[in-house]
């Protein structure tokens, strides 16, 4: 596969879809954690966009409803498993997780979640540091490639098999800042 200068044309999730999700998905955050602190762990680096959109749609459903509070933290790691490839491979650690997630929720925050390795990995990673709980958030979920069982609490959307970029999720580390979810087509 060979990456254009040019942006994908196959749009599958628009940008007003996404923004839309979130929000939702923000006011059931609120709902789920009320009066509690929450941390939340972006998967770097591609939930970055995804991470400040849901960071900031939490925030708006608690001015929506002021009855509700979450304070939040945030936390990154970053784990690498595609290797400039539209096949994942074995899942490394480049950097993750303090001790300030012992007896904290955690919600991870990812952007995508195909195989399931990369969220196995990392939540017995996460288990080690004693949080209180660990919930998962990811902007998409593609069940049809799913090689280990793994719980997904929030999903923003169900995704076919196809290569994805956009919206933070890139190949060989273009397309990220695309405001919307294309599919990637050999060329």
């Given amino acids: 596969m060979s990456v254009t200068n040019s942006p994908p044309e196959s749009v599958l999730i628009s940008e007003s879809h996404l923004q839309n999700r979130i929000h939702e998905l923000g006011a059931q955050i609120v709902t789920d954690y009320e009066n509690q602190e929450l941390v939340l762990l972006g998967v770097l680096r591609g939930s970055v966009l995804f991470f400040a959109d849901l960071a900031r749609a939490i925030f708006r459903a608690q001015v929506e409803n002021p009855v509700r509070e979450v304070p939040l933290r945030f936390e990154f790691v970053q784990l690498v498993s595609y290797h400039n490839s539209t096949k994942p491979s074995a899942v490394e650690l480049i950097r993750g997780g303090t001790d300030y997630l012992e007896e904290r929720h955690v919600l991870i925050v990812e952007d995508i979640v195909d195989t399931g390795h990369t969220l196995k990995f990392l939540h017995e990673h996460l288990w080690t540091l004693k949080p209180k709980s660990i919930k998962v958030c990811t902007l998409l979920d593609k069940p049809s490639q799913r090689q280990v069982p793994v ?9 076919p098999d196809t ?25």
């Fill in 163 to 187: 290569f994805v970029v956009g919206y933070g999720l890139d190949y060989a580390q273009q397309y990220r800042n695309l405001p919307y979810i294309a599919v990637l087509e050999s060329t």
């Fill in 151 to 159: 719980a997904i609490d929030y999903i923003g959307f169900e995704i």
